[in-house]
């Protein structure tokens, strides 16, 4: 049974947190970590990646080293106000961090491993510079959550 790394339980720790908070607060809403299956799926929905990473080492002639990734949110609705309150309650959500969680890849164990800080937040609506009536209805209501994260732990 392997272990996920640490990019990986960071996408499933907060997929598996919009997931919980969506389900008392919202109707129909998916949270998935690939585009593929996102236009796959019915709208409204959320697509959550670990995008690049910086690896600052922790002093000068240390191995170790700080993670930090940028966590980033696609979120894709039917329509602007949608878009507008959905992009508002992933924020309020994820202004606090999450609980880091250690994954296998069978599933069969979680163990809660520390706290994902989120250091900052933009948020970017997506325009394409196109007609919305030609672009996949996917893409017609969209906007980027970009977050610098970090685990706060030393990588060695």
């Not at 990734?69 to 508002?88: E, N, R, W």
């Not at 069978?106 to 989120?118: E, L, P, Q, T």
Request: hydrophobic share 40%; aromatic share 10%.
């Amino acid at each position: 049974m392997g272990v996920y790394r640490p990019s990986r339980c960071i996408e499933a720790s907060v997929i598996d947190k919009l997931k919980a908070d969506f389900v008392s607060d919202w109707t129909g809403v998916a949270v998935e970590k690939t585009f593929a299956e996102i236009y796959d799926l019915a709208l409204p929905s959320v697509c959550v990646r670990v995008g690049t990473a910086s690896h600052p080492f922790v002093e000068v002639g240390s191995n170790s080293t700080w993670r930090k990734p940028q966590l980033l949110i696609d979120v894709f609705a039917t329509s602007d106000g949608q878009k507008l309150d959905l992009v508002d309650y992933v924020v309020e959500k994820i202004k606090n961090g999450f609980i880091y969680y250690n994954y296998t890849s069978a599933g069969a164990v979680i163990s809660a491993d520390g706290r994902i800080r989120v250091m900052s937040i933009d948020v970017t609506p997506l325009n394409f510079d196109e007609d919305r009536n030609t672009l996949d209805v996917h893409d017609r209501f969209r906007t980027l959550i970009t977050c610098e994260i970090s685990l706060g732990k030393v990588e060695t």
